[in-house]
C-alpha cells in the first residue's frame, strides 16, 4: 500500500464524536489537529483542574529532556516510541537526531490520525530513519513484529523503549505491567525504558472521579496510579538518578520555566536493563 493510499484508509477510520487521549492532548498542547469532542472534554478536563495545560507543557519538557538525555549521554541510537501522538514541537525523533543524526525511532500509536500526521511530518526527514505505525500498545507482538519497525530498530542492540503518558491509559483488568514486561524482554542488555504517569499523589484534596470523568466517554478510560502502582514497571531495571519523581524534577533545565498555578501531576522516569 502507498503512503497517500495509507493517508486516506487512515483518515477514512477517525472518529470525529468520540474523544480520544491523542486528540485531547493535542488541544491542550495548543494544536489544530482535534475535533469539537476532544476539546470538550479537554475543557471539561480543565474546569475539574485548572492548571492542566501548563502541567501537559512540562509532561512534553519532560519527554525532551529525557530524550536527549538518551541520546546524547546515554548513547542510544534506536527508540521505539509507544503512544506517541500527533506530532507536536520536539518530537522524539527531532530531539534523537540534533544528538546524533543517525538515530532511529519507531513512532506507534492506535489514532488512525497520528499516521497521517506522522507520515507527513517524517516525508521530509533524510537524517537517520524514522518510521509511524498504527499499532496498539495492547498487541506487544504486532509492534514488535512489525515489518516497519524492523527496519528501523535492531533488537540485537540497545533499545530505549518509550511509554510517555500512555499506561495510564490502560485499567488492570489490560494487565499494563505484563504488557510492559513483554517490551523490556524484547530488547537487550543496555536498552532505556524512559516512563511517565498521571498520578493524584501530588494533589490529595483532588476528587479522582471528578478528575478522569471527561475520559469516561474517550476510546480510553484515565486511571491515576499511585508512586507504589508506577514503580513495578521498572521491576528489574536499574533506575537512574534522580529516580521515579514529579516530571517537573527529573533534571531539570533553563529551557523550561514552570509556570505557577500550573500543576504537573505525573511522575517521570529512566531504567537501563542490566
Known amino acids: ?101 543517525r538515530a532511529r525511532v519507531a513512532y506507534v500509536d492506535n489514532d488512525p490520525i497520528v499516521l497521517v500526521h506522522g507520515r507527513a511530518l517524517l516525508r521530509g526527514s533524510v537524517a537517520g530513519a524514522t518510521t509511524v505505525i498504527e499499532a496498539d500498545l495492547r498487541e506487544p507482538e504486532t509492534i514488535l513484529s512489525h515489518p516497519e519497525v524492523r527496519e528501523v530498530i535492531d533488537f540485537t542492540r540497545p533499545v530505549g523503549v518509550i511509554l510517555a503518558g500512555v499506561l495510564h491509559f490502560l485499567p488492570d483488568d489490560e494487565e499494563p505491567h505484563a504488557l510492559v514486561e513483554r517490551f523490556k524482554e524484547a530488547v537487550p542488555s543496555g536498552s532505556h525504558l524512559l516512563l511517565s504517569h498521571i498520578t493524584l499523589d501530588f494533589a490529595p484534596k483532588v476528587n479522582r472521579e471528578e478528575f478522569t470523568k471527561p ?23 536499574r533506575v537512574i538518578d534522580p529516580g521515579l519523581v514529579e516530571v517537573v524534577r527529573w533534571r531539570p533545565d533553563d529551557g523550561f520555566e514552570y509556570i505557577p498555578g500550573g500543576h504537573a501531576w505525573a511522575y517521570g522516569g529512566v531504567a537501563i536493563k542490566p
Do not use: C
Open 1 to 101: 500500500m502507498s503512503h497517500s493510499t495509507a493517508h486516506e484508509s487512515a483518515a477514512s477510520r477517525i472518529n470525529t464524536s468520540i474523544p480520544h487521549p491523542a486528540r485531547v492532548y493535542d488541544y491542550l498542547l495548543g494544536g489544530k489537529d482535534n475535533f469539537a469532542a476532544d476539546r470538550e472534554a479537554a475543557e471539561q478536563l480543565l474546569k475539574a483542574s485548572p492548571g492542566t495545560r501548563e502541567g501537559v507543557q512540562a509532561h512534553r519538557a519532560f519527554l525532551r529532556r529525557a530524550v536527549g538525555y538518551l541520546a546524547a549521554e546515554a548513547g542510544i541510537t534506536q527508540f521505539l516510541d509507544i503512544g506517541t501522538g500527533i506530532p507536536t514541537q520536539g518530537n522524539t525523533h527531532e530531539v534523537a537526531q540534533e544528538a546524533n543524526p
Open 215 to 237: 475520559y469516561d466517554n474517550s476510546t480510553a478510560p484515565m486511571v491515576p496510579r499511585t508512586l507504589a502502582e508506577v514503580l513495578p514497571f521498572f521491576d528489574g531495571w
